[in-house]
């Protein structure tokens, strides 16, 4: 069977990448066509309008797909998480002189990120930071890194970047800094357009990243399919395969970078700078077994910070019904022995 899956190009895309590349899926009977989309919500509108069976997907994307919040009505449905964690805070260098935080430690960053974006609110000029689209935990890690510094968040401005063209929009100076998944902030170091300043996996530790998002309409293609893309990522996650798949995430199909970028991400120390300022990183990126069990406790934490950010009213009840879109069992059936 032939299934058609969107991905954007980002290194937590690679379970989808391995199962294609290395077997896994046709061991399945599967043979995958990949789809690089150019937007988060591209990929949204496609999967929803049935142009795609199923795609790499932002977790709070997924959720808000499915409970009508964002984009078309869609019947998808989640059973297996990709990853946790990976994303990190970039700001211009610009930015981030002015900010001058005493340590790297997180409380001193955020407040010196509070300092100057209320300096440039009350000077009419506000900060404007990128996201990947509304429905993200980036914007979530965004606003838990303000409230760190005792900011509120609406004094800076956001918008919508898709991870890709996050590096560009830094450079030409339309954002001041962006927060976004590996590998698009070693990307922005590398050239010496940013600085890293906080990481996801410090502002809420294990927070459900990306998740294989299929249509209902599947059917019987549903366990082969997450039991190839699990087992795939399971690969991934060992480091005696790393150097496999890093060259292969590399190649021009997929992201088209440098590999030595792309490796970063799975490194246990980050580059924070162009002068080579390292800090260890541990659980930056998790593409293992222990995150791919889709778990209904994560969605109702997407939901309480739907509700933090004001996507949600606080009345809304969407706990119950959010927890019905992961599906744990098909995950436990697709890898029973």
Known sequence: MRLQLGYIP??????????????????????LDLSAEPSWATLRDRLALGHLDGAHMLAPLALASRLALSGPPSDLIVPLQLSANGNAITVSRALWAAMEPESEALADVARAFARVAAER????????????????????????FAEAGGLDPTAFRTVVVPPQHSVEALARGLVDGY?????????????????IAAFGCDLA????????????????????????????????????????????????TYLNLDAELIGRAFAGDAILDSAGATRPVPGHLDLGASVQAPRPEAASWLVAQMRASRQISRDDRLDSEAATVFWPDLYQAALAP
């Open 121 to 144: 609110r009350d000077a009419g000029r506000p900060l404007t930071l990128g996201t990947v689209h509304p429905f993200s935990c980036h914007t979530y890690q965004l606003r838990l």
């Open 179 to 195: 927060c976004t998944g590996a590998p698009w902030n070693d990307v922005a170091v590398a050239a010496g357009h940013g600085r």
């Open 205 to 252: 530790p294990d927070a459900p990243e990306k998740v294989l998002a299929l249509s209902a309409r599947l059917d019987g293609a549903t366990l082969p399919l997450v039991r190839a893309v699990a087992r795939a990522g399971q690969w991934c996650a060992d480091p005696a395969n790393r150097a496999d798949l890093i060259h292969r995430l590399a190649h021009r």
């Open 10 to 31: 980002l290194c937590d895309a690679a379970p989808l990448i391995a199962a294609h590349e290395f077997g896994f899926a046709r061991s399945e009977g599967l043979e």
